[in-house]
């Protein structure tokens, strides 16, 4: 098994920028496919990115393409994402979820484990 804790959500103008990290406890980050998704309410939840275990491969969200970025570190067991130019249209719940595989997927049905989520707020 694999337990996700974020970090980096708050509050923010828009065109601002913040990162999430995402530490991972388990023995086997290395072999996981990793996404970021985001849900607000009455909504179903919405991939953002995501990447494969070699961080080789790369997905991601239409909405984001050019303003945010996957990377992983496996020697820290951490999944990042940069987010630049911030919209209000952001503004969500930001999860980080692990596959039990090494290939992407856009899909959340996939997703095997998932981080508790933090809240991103972006005003206008």
């Known amino acids: 098994q694999l337990q996700l804790v974020e970090s980096g959500g708050g509050l923010v103008q828009a065109g601002d920028s913040l990162i999430f990290s995402c530490a991972a406890s388990?023995?086997?980050?290395?072999?996981?496919?990793l996404g970021w998704f985001r849900q607000t309410p009455g909504k179903a939840r919405e991939f953002v990115a995501g990447i494969s275990w070699s961080a080789i491969g790369t997905l991601y969200a239409v909405s984001v393409k050019g303003r945010f970025t996957i990377s992983r570190d496996n020697a820290k067991n951490t999944v990042y994402l940069q987010m630049n130019s911030l919209k209000p249209e952001d503004t969500a719940v930001y999860y980080c979820?692990?596959?039990?595989?090494?290939?992407?997927?856009?899909?959340?049905?996939?997703?095997?484990?998932w981080g508790q989520g933090t809240q991103v707020t972006v005003s206008s």
């Open positions: 388990g023995r086997t980050f290395s072999t996981r496919a």
């Open positions: 979820a692990a596959r039990r595989t090494v290939y992407n997927s856009r899909d959340p049905g996939e997703y095997d484990e």
